[in-house]
């Protein structure tokens, strides 16, 4: 996929392309893991051909209610529904969604459990900005 290393054409692709903002905490750390990723790929962000759109959706469930009527367990998803654009065109290149979720233990400190949150969420983000760009190159793969 990534033939030519750095000057391949899915390289160049992933290089040139600038991530729109996301809301929220959650859309910060996935534009930031993508910014991180996609720049890598050849060091250099020149003039962006394409846009990556992203909405993200990030919930919080309790679940596993303990004898004593509180939430022993909880369930944290993160699914981003995106879209690659080709700015020159305006054609929208791809289409896709995709998500992440972990499991967290409520313990009786309520820090523990609130920095076990937010490690899920940081988790979480760098997986979806990884199957985000997996999805992206295989796309540009195919446009070359």
Do not use: H
Not at 108 to 137: G, H, M, Q
Request: charged share 25%; hydrophobic share 40%.
């Amino acid at each position: 996929m990534y033939a030519g290393g750095g000057r391949g054409a899915v390289a160049q692709g992933l290089a040139a392309i600038d991530v729109s903002p996301i809301e929220g905490k959650s859309g910060w750390l996935v534009r930031n893991a993508l910014n991180d990723r996609l720049g890598a790929a050849t060091g250099d962000n020149g003039t962006p051909r394409y846009r990556l759109d992203i909405r993200l959706d990030d919930k919080l469930e309790g679940l596993a209610l303990l004898s004593n009527d509180t939430i022993g367990r909880e369930r944290r998803t993160l699914r981003a529904r995106y879209q690659l654009v080709d700015l020159s065109s305006g054609q929208i290149l791809l289409d896709a969604s995709d998500g992440s979720d972990a499991g967290i233990d409520v313990v009786s400190s309520e820090y523990a459990t609130i920095a076990a949150e937010n490690t899920a969420l940081e988790n979480l983000a760098k997986d979806v900005a990884d199957r985000i760009v997996t999805k992206v190159a295989l796309q540009l793969r195919k446009q070359s």
